[in-house]
Every structure is written in C-alpha cells, then in structure tokens.
C-alpha cells in the first residue's frame, strides 16, 4: 500500500469515526424530541417538535450514505448522552411545557456546538461539507424556535 494510499484510508476512517459521532448525536436527538413530543401538553408545540424529529431522521440517513460511502459501518444507535437527553425533558416535564423546551433548548445547544466543531475541522470535501451546513442550519432553526417560543413563555 503506498503512503498515498495509507494517509487517504486513515483520513476515510477518521472522517467516517466523525460522522459516526453525528449520526448517534442525530439518534440521541430523535430519543429526546420523542419525548418530549410524548410529555407536551400543547398540540402546535408537538407538532413543531415532531418536524425537528423528522429533520433529525433525515440527517441520520444522509450520514449513514455518507458513511457508507467512505466504505465504513454507520452508527446504529446513540450514545450515553441519549440517557442525558431524555433525563433532561424528563425533569423538564415537572415545569410543564415550558420546562421540556428549555430542555429541548439545552440539547439542541450541544447539537449546534458539535456540528460547528466537525464543520470547523474541514477535512470533508464540498459535497460532504455542504451536507454538514445544511445540517447546521437545520439545527439553527430549531433552535431559534426554541428561543423565540420560551420568550413568549417567560
């Protein structure tokens, strides 16, 4: 194997290890908008939550091509912060629905902060970072929501 080769394998199995990371970030996110989705008392609350969890599918699938296509295995699940993430919006629902967005806010918080990490580290190509930025501004947009809705609650 020549040392071209080699650096271009190491590089697909680190890449592939950080997307890795996205993908049971992403499934961690569906556990946790599942909840909250369960505990909400508010029907357009819900139905806004239930769009983000769809977001958060959509982002698990691109990743996993992504993954595949650097000749890797995808993460099939989430992580301990899956536990994390659903303890939040589990003691936020003793605050009501206000309490499970200030949640819901926490972890989208994390979510945006790893994303911007692995878009920071730009080892991915275009096509891959472009993946990654639309993910962001996903991740953007719900947390905004979640911003502007605790607002109107304050």
Do not use: C
Not at 2 to 7: N, R, V
Not at 76 to 100: C, F, P, S
Request: no cysteine; charged share 30%.
């Amino acid at each position: 194997m020549g040392e071209e080769t080699l650096a271009s394998t190491t590089n697909n199995a680190m890449m592939a290890n950080e997307l890795n990371t996205l993908i049971r970030l992403n499934f961690d996110a569906i556990e946790a908008y599942t909840s909250a989705i369960e505990r909400l008392e508010n029907a357009d609350y819900r139905q806004t939550l239930e769009e983000f969890r769809a977001d958060h599918i959509r982002h698990v699938d691109e990743l996993k091509e992504l993954v595949h296509w650097m000749g890797a295995a995808p993460a099939k699940t989430g992580d301990a912060m899956q536990i994390l993430t659903r303890g939040k919006v589990a003691l936020g629902n003793l605050r009501g629905d206000k309490g499970i967005l200030q949640a819901m806010k926490s972890n989208e918080d994390i979510t945006n902060a790893v994303y911007e990490k692995e878009i920071g580290k730009l080892r991915y190509s275009q096509d891959m970072a472009d993946v990654l930025k639309y993910h962001l501004d996903d991740e953007r947009r719900h947390r905004d929501w979640l911003v502007r809705t605790l607002e109107t609650l304050a």
